[in-house]
């Protein structure tokens, strides 16, 4: 037996868990699934998001293709018109999406951006959707523009962990992402954070990025898996096997038992047939459609999984 106990485990016991093998993932994911369950029950959070301006960033994050040194064929575009967000938000409503995320490339919004996106968020709460935003590092300010405009949720992902940060990207630093989590917090907005997986990081980092997000107590943690693209510095790198990529999501649900899971970008290419085993490693949210530059599954194909699992939206 692996463990007799699920939930405020330590390094030194995660890191055991990782080398979870045959049988001993069986019993893994029933602890995961457990702690799920008292966590959530059978509800599963859904949310979507919009590329509301994309590309010319001038970031180097290395998984990328919206990166400034990324050679990816992507379309790129300025930051879009209110119509044709309410118009995706709506859709992503009619198939029972609680959250809607304004997402934006660049360190940070202009300040005449800024002005837009708070009309944005302002519609999207209108709407009856509970607004979101990734926009960069942003400071205490510009967040409470946000917050007054009805935003209640900022996402902004750690990527991994402090250790390894600097091996995908060096134009901005990791304290700087803790510094605009904080900030988010500071003005009592929900925080979203979490990472991508496969990127060359080891088990150790994977594990460190689980407690760091446990210490500044995140309540969504998105896991994004790899994914290659032409044009950017990784594009030469495997996708995870599916069964890493579930122990991942059942090592984090362990770790951190009281805030979400949810599985967002990666999941198709990634997961192939054991899509619907996210649930049963103890994800209870999800990323319903498309992602940033790249594609997701239909939304009906994901409702009939979670139909098909006995989970309610």
């Known amino acids: ?7 405020n485990i330590d390094r030194k016991e995660a ?6 093998r045959d049988s001993e993932m069986v019993e893994l994911f029933v602890l995961a699934n457990r702690a799920k369950v008292k966590h959530s029950g059978k509800r599963i959070d859904l949310c979507s998001i919009i590329n509301a301006k994309s590309g010319a960033c001038p970031e180097d994050c290395s ?10 064929n992507i379309h790129v575009y300025p930051l879009i018109d209110v119509d044709v967000v309410l118009d995706a938000a709506r859709v992503a409503r009619e198939y029972g999406v609680r959250r809607f995320c304004t997402v934006t490339s660049g360190r940070a919004p202009s300040d005449r ?5 708070c009309r944005f968020t302002s519609a999207i ?40 940060f600097s091996e995908i990207c060096t134009t901005h630093t990791y304290r700087e992402k803790i510094r605009t989590i904080e900030a988010a917090k500071s003005l009592g907005l929900s925080v979203c954070s979490g990472g991508i997986f496969g990127m060359g990081e080891s088990w150790e980092d994977r594990i460190e990025m689980a407690f760091a997000l446990r210490d500044i107590g995140v309540d969504s943690v998105p896991i994004n898996f790899f994914t290659p693209i032409d044009g950017t510095s990784l594009a030469g790198r495997a996708l995870l096997e599916p069964l890493e990529a579930l122990k991942i999501i059942a090592i984090y649900r362990l770790i951190l038992p009281e805030s ?9 290419a990634t997961l192939r047939d054991l ?17 940033l530059t790249t594609k997701g599954r239909r939304p009906e194909d994901d409702l009939q999984m979670i139909r098909d699992m006995g989970l309610e939206i």
């Open 1 to 7: 037996m692996l463990l007799t106990e699920y939930g």
């Open 15 to 20: 890191l055991y868990l990782s080398g979870a």
């Open 63 to 72: 998984f990328c293709a919206q990166s400034s040194r990324s050679k990816s």
């Open 113 to 117: 951006e800024l002005d837009k996106i």
């Open 125 to 164: 709460r209108d709407s009856g959707l509970l607004p979101c935003a990734t926009l960069g590092m942003l400071g205490a300010e510009q967040l409470k523009r946000l917050k007054d405009a009805g935003l209640n949720r900022y996402h902004h992902n750690l990527e991994t962990s402090e250790a390894f």
């Open 260 to 268: 979400e899971i949810r599985i967002c970008g990666g999941r198709p």
């Open 275 to 291: 899509n619907s085993q996210i649930f049963l490693a103890g994800a209870d949210g999800l990323l319903l459609g498309d992602y």
